[in-house]
């Protein structure tokens, strides 16, 4: 039996100012650290085996955090990492321009597929590279204890594997909140998501 543990990174200096990350960096705040130790001691008796993480430096930083008790292997891939925003990345939020009736991102999480900023990354491009790191993950690592370090909509999409793309664009998964998925043979249980109860008090 497989378990997929999957998270999204500590809060950002970004996330807290509104800006849009994407591939560009932002550090982690004391809350976003003190949320990955949070969820390292949670998970410290699961016996993560090995760690896949986005490489980048929001989500390394996480993933390094949480590895420190058992030193835990970890592999960065360029296929977890954010969705490009392309020219929007850094902007704030609020000032996004119009597409249609909604602003940019507004557009993306009402389902929106092809909508992207030059030289960004719709969401249809996130699911190729995403499911296909997945699909690879599950295939070369089974009957271990699996964690993936990621971001808020690329975890959104590989979420979306086991359930419904459109639904799992209207949610929003915390930061450093834990889904743990087991694969018994070809069937995938859900048997928590977007806990974030380790963190409620920070």
């Known amino acids: 039996m497989t378990t ?6 500590g809060e ?3 996330n807290i100012a509104g800006r849009l990350q994407g591939s560009k960096d932002s550090p982690l705040t004391e809350r976003g650290l003190n949320q990955a130790k949070s969820l390292r001691d949670r998970l410290k008796n699961e016996k993560i ?11 390394l930083d996480t993933a390094k955090i949480i590895s420190e008790p058992n030193n835990t292997p970890i592999v960065t891939c360029d296929e977890l990492k954010e969705i490009g925003f392309g020219e929007y990345e850094g902007k704030y939020i609020k000032d ?14 009402s389902g929106n597929h092809e909508v992207k900023g030059t030289d960004g990354e719709t969401l249809l491009d996130v699911k190729n ?5 997945l699909e690879s993950i599950l295939e070369n690592e089974k009957d271990k204890n699996i964690l993936i370090v990621t971001h808020g909509m ?5 979420m979306s594997y086991f359930t419904e793309f459109e639904r799992e664009l209207k949610g929003v998964y915390g930061q450093a909140s834990l889904t743990k998925i087991v694969r018994d043979k070809d069937n995938f249980n859900i048997l928590s998501k977007n806990d974030r109860s380790h963190t ?3």
Do not use: C, Q
């Open 4 to 9: 997929l543990f999957l998270t999204r990174h």
């Open 12 to 14: 950002t200096e970004w």
């Open 129 to 133: 590279r995403t499911f296909k790191k």
């Open 49 to 59: 085996d090995i760690i896949y993480a986005s490489p980048i430096k929001r989500a």
């Open 154 to 158: 690329a975890l959104k999409v590989i």
């Open 96 to 109: 996004l321009p119009k597409v249609g009736e909604n602003n940019f991102l507004e557009e993306m999480f």
């Open 200 to 202: 409620e008090n920070l």
